[in-house]
């Protein structure tokens, strides 16, 4: 792993210091340093899991109580995590800027805990989930859980408010998040590996409107050879040295 690099850590800061219109696109390496595994990379959820077998509507249809047992095993990681510095930082940025939008995958909801509002959830939040039946969204936050699966009012089956492999997602919350970037100065995206297209896809988005991009990451991906700098770091570290 190399440092940030003095220069880069410069021009990262000059950008924020001057952004009016900013974005930031998170993925699951900004709750790293929190203790919740990544999905890829060492100790990622993916190795000891197959996502195919648990993050699929397949999945779900063949075994609703193993995919709710995954879930709320990781309900239980979430709950004991902490915000670290990195989603401080970020919620630290929406109360300078004017214009602030945060857009994550991660479905933890570590950016709320630490005071960030203007949040796109673009794959759902673990903490709500919703009726196969009659399709009521609610909050379901008691973990462990006393009944798996849970169920709604209505008898229905529930399941996790998450996009899975193979769903689409939320055409309007996509439809926000794609107008927001369209008028960005700066784009920060943190802890992402890419691999899953969208980050590097609503980077491209908001590059070819105007937008500068930052890539925070130890590691290289998919972000590295899109945007126009690449801090090597760790979240926890380097988002404080760059936000003000
Ligand atoms: C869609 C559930 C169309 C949530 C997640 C074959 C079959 C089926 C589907 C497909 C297929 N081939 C392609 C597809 C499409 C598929 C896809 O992307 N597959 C990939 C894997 C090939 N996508 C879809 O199905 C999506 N739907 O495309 O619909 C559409 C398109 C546009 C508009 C409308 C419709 C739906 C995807 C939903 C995926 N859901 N999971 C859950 O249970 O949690 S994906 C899962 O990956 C998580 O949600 C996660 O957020 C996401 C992305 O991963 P990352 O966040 O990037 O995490 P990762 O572990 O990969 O990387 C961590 C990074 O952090 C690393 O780079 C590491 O170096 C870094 N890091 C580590 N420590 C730190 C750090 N960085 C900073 N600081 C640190 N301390
Ligand atoms: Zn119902």
């Not at 969204?137 to 899975?164: K, M, Y």
């Amino acid at each position: 792993m190399t440092e940030p690099g003095l220069e880069n850590l410069e021009i990262a800061r000059g950008q924020i210091r001057k952004a009016r219109r900013l974005a930031v696109i998170t993925g699951a390496g900004v709750s790293a340093e929190s203790g919740i595994p990544t999905f890829r990379g060492s100790g990622g959820l993916w190795r000891n899991f197959r996502a195919e077998d648990l993050a699929t509507p397949s999945a779900f249809q063949r075994d609703p109580k193993l995919v709710w047992e995954w879930y709320d095993w990781r309900r239980g990681i979430c709950k004991a995590a902490e915000p670290n510095p990195g989603h401080l930082s970020i919620a630290k940025l929406e109360s300078l800027l004017p214009e602030f939008l945060l857009i994550t995958q991660n479905v933890d909801g570590l950016h709320n805990r630490s005071g960030s509002r203007n949040i796109a959830e673009i794959h759902g939040n673990i903490w709500r989930a919703r009726c196969t039946l009659c399709g009521n969204q609610f909050d379901l936050l008691e973990t462990p859980l006393s009944r798996i699966p849970p169920r709604c009012n209505c008898g229905g089956l529930a399941r996790p408010h998450i996009v899975w492999f193979g769903e689409t997602y939320d055409e309007e919350l996509l439809e926000d998040v794609l107008d927001f970037l369209s008028a960005a100065d700066t784009l920060l995206v943190v802890g992402t590996s890419g691999m899953v297209p969208m980050p590097v896809y609503l980077t491209r988005h908001a590059m070819s409107h105007g937008a500068f991009a930052i890539d925070v990451n130890p590691e290289d991906s998919e972000l590295t050879h899109v945007v126009n700098i690449s801090l090597r770091g760790k979240a926890g570290e380097v988002l404080p040295q760059i936000v003000p």
